[in-house]
């Protein structure tokens, strides 16, 4: 079955680098558009950033565009957000998230947490 496993969240200071990682297993990963999605505390779900199959089309939300920085390696199966200048407001659950849709519909991981606080 469709496994996705997310890594790297944690605290960091305001202005730090995480970088969180998210490997997959379970399907053809490289035929697979990738997404990352977040719920901060008290909200929705929310699309981060996507990432084409070949890599070669991104998306990113106007909230992290130039901030946040989204790539995958399909030999390892494991698509990566490079997230940097973070703000308390990007304070929430990053879920990595299968194929293309609905946000409701994707499949997802468990999730990592992210804190940005002082």
């Given at each position: 079955?469709?496994?996705?496993?997310?890594?790297?969240?944690?605290?960091?200071?305001?202005?730090?680098?995480?970088?969180?990682s998210c490997a997959a297993s379970g399907f053809t990963f490289s035929d697979y558009y990738m997404n990352w999605v977040r719920q901060a505390p008290g909200k929705g779900l929310e699309l981060v950033s996507g990432i084409s199959s070949g890599s070669g089309k991104t998306y990113y939300a106007d909230s992290v565009k130039g901030r946040f920085t989204i790539s995958r390696d399909?030999?390892?199966?494991?698509?990566?957000?490079?997230?940097?200048?973070?703000?308390?407001?990007?304070?929430?659950?990053?879920y990595c998230a299968k194929g293309m849709g609905t946000i409701a519909s994707l499949v997802k991981g468990q999730g990592t947490q992210v804190t940005v606080s002082s």
């Amino acid at each position: 079955q469709v496994q996705l496993v997310e890594s790297g969240g944690g605290l960091v200071q305001p202005g730090g680098s995480l970088r969180l990682s998210c490997a997959a297993s379970g399907f053809t990963f490289s035929d697979y558009y990738m997404n990352w999605v977040r719920q901060a505390p008290g909200k929705g779900l929310e699309l981060v950033s996507g990432i084409s199959s070949g890599s070669g089309k991104t998306y990113y939300a106007d909230s992290v565009k130039g901030r946040f920085t989204i790539s995958r390696d399909n030999a390892k199966n494991t698509i990566y957000l490079q997230m940097n200048s973070l703000k308390p407001e990007d304070t929430a659950v990053y879920y990595c998230a299968k194929g293309m849709g609905t946000i409701a519909s994707l499949v997802k991981g468990q999730g990592t947490q992210v804190t940005v606080s002082s």
